[in-house]
C-alpha cells in the first residue's frame, strides 16, 4: 500500500490542507489537494493544490511567483487532514497580498482588517484578482 493510500480523502477525491509556516508556525492559508496534488507536493517539495473554484490541479506561485518550499508534509491522527510546512518565497501567502489568507480577526462582533496588504495584488498578477 502506498502512503498516498493512507490519507482519507473525501467524497469528492480530496483532503484540507493546512499551509504553515515552518519558522513561525503561523497558518498561511488553507486549501485543499487530491492525490496528484500531494504526490507531486512530496516529489517536488513545492505545495500543489486542487482550486476547487477552477476546478484545476494548481501549484501554488505559478502566477504570482510566490512558491510554498514545502520542508514537510504531516498526516494528523485521523489521516484526514494535511499540514504543508513551508517557507513562503516572497513573504504573501494570499492573493490579497498579505502574508496569511487569516487577516480578518473578529473584535467587538465585526470583522476587521488586522493586516496591512504587503504588495497590490495588481502588481502581482497584472490584474485585479
Known sequence: MSWLDEIKYDNAGLVPVIAQ????????????????????????????????????????????????????????????????????EGGIACHTGRESCFFRTLIDGQWQVTEDVLKDPSAIYGHSH
Do not use: P
Not at 497558518?27 to 500531494?38: S, W
Not at 473554484?53 to 487532514?81: N, T
Open 21 to 88: 509556516d515552518e519558522q513561525t508556525g503561523r497558518v498561511m492559508m488553507f486549501a485543499y489537494a487530491n492525490r496528484e496534488a500531494v504526490a507531486l507536493t512530496a516529489e517536488k517539495g513545492t505545495a500543489h493544490y486542487w482550486t476547487r473554484s477552477r476546478q484545476k490541479l494548481w501549484h501554488k506561485g505559478e502566477e504570482s511567483g510566490h512558491f510554498q518550499h514545502v520542508s514537510a508534509v504531516q498526516l494528523d491522527c485521523d489521516g484526514d487532514v494535511l499540514i504543508y510546512k513551508i517557507r513562503q
